[in-house]
Nanobody, 124 residues
């Protein structure tokens, strides 16, 4: 079992940066690939970033590539999402997730554990 708790969301202006954190509990976290997803009001949850168990491999969709960076510290059981050059369209609730599947996946249905989310609002 893995429990996940996000923090670090807030209200910022376009062009600002935010760093989201996700604290994990459970011994298995360090063996699981992890990811970040987001969901805006009235929209489906979408993939934002993923990282393999060791942190050596990452993947991003074009919408955030070059602006967002996912990282992890398995010793501290932490997952991070550094978000730079934020845009109003980045406004959403952001969720961290962990998956027991091997390797990185962008498919939210393959993630077994989810946090409760943290709100990010970007004003223009």
């Amino acid at each position: 079992q893995v429990q996940l708790v996000e923090s670090g969301g807030g209200l910022v202006q376009a062009g600002d940066s935010l760093r989201l954190s996700c604290a994990a509990s459970g011994r298995a976290f360090g063996r699981y690939a992890s990811g970040w997803f987001r969901q805006a009001p009235g929209k489906e949850r979408e993939f934002v970033a993923a990282i393999n168990w060791s942190g050596g491999s990452t993947y991003y969709p074009d919408s955030v590539k070059g602006r967002f960076t996912i990282s992890r510290n398995n010793a501290m059981k932490m997952l991070y999402l550094q978000m730079n050059s934020l845009k109003p369209e980045d406004t959403a609730t952001y969720y961290c997730a962990a998956t027991s599947t091997l390797g990185i996946t962008t498919n939210l249905e393959e993630y077994d554990y989810w946090g409760q989310g943290t709100q990010v609002s970007v004003s223009s």
